[in-house]
């Protein structure tokens, strides 16, 4: 088993920055993928972002590129997401997922584990 716990979220304006983190613990596998995912109230999840274990390839959604880095430290088990330039559509609850191999998806269905997620409002 795989237990992910996000933190960071919180209230920001718009224009403002938020990091989010996560760390994973438990059988987390020789390489992973690990990923962002949001959801807004009243919208399904969507992708955010991903990355994989050696760094050496990362994805994002067309709506967060360029305002949106994600990062990992494999010694400390944890993924970031630093989250610039704000805006109130960002707002949702951010997930944290990790998925076992070297991919990145889009599909949250590729995604094997998921932490219990981390809200982040951005006001106008």
């Known amino acids: 088993q795989v237990q992910l716990v996000e933190s960071g979220g919180g209230l920001v304006q718009a224009g403002g920055s938020l990091r989010l983190s996560c760390v994973a613990s438990g059988r987390t596998g020789v390489s992973n993928t690990m990923a962002w995912f949001r959801q807004a109230p009243g919208k399904e999840r969507e992708f955010v972002s991903a990355?994989?274990?050696?760094?050496?390839?990362?994805d994002y959604a067309d709506a967060v590129k360029g305002r949106f880095t994600i990062s990992r430290d494999n010694a400390k088990n944890t993924v970031y997401l630093q989250m610039n330039s704000l805006k109130p559509e960002d707002t949702a609850v951010y997930y944290c997922a990790l998925r076992y191999g070297s991919t990145t998806y889009f599909s949250g269905q590729r995604y094997d584990y998921w932490g219990q997620g981390t809200q982040g409002t951005v006001s106008s």
């Open positions: 990355i994989t274990w050696s760094n050496d390839d990362t």
